[in-house]
């Protein structure tokens, strides 16, 4: 597969994956087993698979966020409810919001699954962490849960890799914020208030960028482009490996079904563009 159809499969799959995130259902099912908050919610519903984990691992493999706003929720969760629970929650939760929002599920999850199962028993796990985990976990029975398990298999497997361009490029977490929110026009608060970092610490990612020529006053430098180009091409190829053994058709119909479910969860603004996922906006319909 080429890299570039890989991001495009990319952006239609990720809004399935983020209905757990970003829908009443999601918090809703958090807050029934005992968990206090929106990121409590998200720190411990998507590190779960890796069992009742510290601090230290959640950090590391989510990678941009701030390490005290990681320590305000782990391992303080497992006090509130086990790793299995919250696995339960976060499943049921994103089946019910996939209901509400995708009145086709069935039928795409009777496309999908038959896809998606192989590929994810077969993909490089080498140094993906939250993918291996998510994937050690049973595919449910039931083919709309099978469905968002897979979903959020391939999408913890993009970005597994995308963590491991930006640490070849050599960016610190905050880098990697500033020089995305450069690129793409993003206000700085947004990555400060959900990533948890504070106004010095981004002046001195910014400065430590300046320092290297990959930002200046206005916005990227050559440098920083290319920069930037790199990580992304990176990612899309480390991604798009997973794919590999797949079929044009097969191809053809993960495209046009997380086409439709994609749109189907993006249609009454369920995810919110800009967003801190780095999920560009829908493209217009050709």
């Keep these: 597969m080429e890299p570039q159809r890989a991001r495009k499969l990319w952006r239609v799959f990720e809004p399935v994956h983020a209905v757990v995130y970003f829908t009443p259902e999601g918090a809703d099912g958090f807050k029934a087993v005992g968990l206090k908050g929106f990121w409590m919610g998200y720190f411990a519903g998507r590190s779960a698979p890796l069992g009742a984990v510290g601090p230290g691992p959640v950090t590391a493999t989510f990678f941009n966020f701030h390490p005290a706003m990681v320590a305000r929720a782990i391992p303080d969760a497992w006090g509130f409810a086990t790793p299995d629970a919250v696995l339960e929650a976060r499943r049921e939760s994103a089946v019910l919001a996939l209901r509400r929002l995708c009145p086709d599920i069935d039928d795409a999850a009777g496309r999908l699954v038959p896809i998606l ?21 049973p595919t449910p029975d039931h083919p709309v849960e099978a469905l ?139």
């Design 117 to 137: 199962g192989p590929l994810i028993e077969h993909a490089d796990g080498g140094g993906r962490v939250l993918f291996s985990a998510n994937r050690d976990l």
């Design 148 to 286: 968002w398990h897979l979903t959020t298999c391939l999408r913890e497997h993009r970005g597994d890799g995308h963590v491991a361009a930006l640490c070849v490029a050599g960016l610190a977490p905050c880098e990697a914020l500033v020089l995305f929110a450069r690129s793409e026009g993003i206000p700085d608060a947004l990555f400060m208030a959900s990533r948890g970092w504070s106004e010095d610490e981004w002046a001195e990612a910014t400065d430590s960028l300046r320092a290297r020529g990959l930002v200046d006053e206005v916005g990227l430098t050559a440098a920083g482009r290319d920069m930037r180009s790199s990580v992304e091409s990176t990612t899309d190829t480390l991604a798009a490996a997973a794919f590999s053994a797949l079929s044009e058709s097969d191809v053809d119909t993960l495209a046009e079904s997380f086409g439709r479910l994609g749109g189907q969860v993006n249609e009454p603004g369920t995810v919110p563009y800009p967003n801190p996922m780095g999920l560009p906006a829908p493209e217009p319909p050709a």
